[in-house]
């Protein structure tokens, strides 16, 4: 008798497991996501384009931040990456003013419109620095590094900024040295 009672029991699990459990449809689903953006125009596309040009000599200038910034206190290096800075100011000006014409602030609205303008404001002070950078960089490394990098900090801000305005994923910066400690 109690083998069967057992059976039962065990039947009657089995069968409560495999009938569908009723669903609220008035719940909200808590692990929805939000709708992605819309696709780009193909005005916004061209932006996008000139920005891709333009962080790749924003990529060159921190480099040559970097490279300053780890040559310490050796003369001989810092004079060393003074030079190299004063190179990739160069080379990074020809990305920035090259990319900066397609990047056109007026394809986008509203607050992406705002923020696409300071982004466009960032570059141009950016390359308005690089012949600067170029001819006291190989002189006063230090300085012109320091400079430099107070720059792109207003510039990364903006890049952040408008990322987040158009919807796309905010990424933290790669060349961020790690202290050590």
Avoid: H, N
């Avoid at 696709?39 to 931040?65: I, M, N, S, Y």
């Avoid at 300053?68 to 000006?93: P, Y």
């Avoid at 609205?109 to 190989?138: F, H, M, N, W």
Wanted: charge should be positive.
């Amino acid at each position: 008798m109690r083998c069967l009672a057992v059976l039962l029991w065990f039947a009657a699990i089995s069968l409560r497991a495999q009938t569908p459990t009723p669903t609220d449809s008035t719940r909200v689903d808590s692990t929805a996501t939000p709708a992605p953006p819309a696709p780009p125009t193909p005005e916004q596309k061209r932006f996008l384009d000139g920005l891709r040009t333009a962080t790749r000599g924003v990529a060159q200038l921190k480099d040559g931040v970097s490279r300053v910034t780890r040559a310490g206190r050796d003369s001989l290096a810092q004079r060393r990456a003074g030079r190299f800075l004063a190179g990739l100011c160069g080379s990074g000006r020809a990305f920035l003013k090259r990319g900066r014409p397609r990047m056109v602030p007026t394809v986008y609205e509203d607050s992406a419109g705002l923020k696409a303008r300071r982004l466009v404001t960032q570059l141009d002070t950016l390359i308005g620095y690089a012949p600067t950078c170029e001819q006291k960089a190989a002189g006063a490394p230090d300085a012109t590094a320091t400079e430099l990098g107070k720059r792109m900090k207003s510039y990364d801000a903006a890049l952040r900024d408008f990322r987040v305005a158009i919807g796309l994923p905010v990424k933290d910066d790669t060349s961020k040295t790690v202290k050590r400690q």
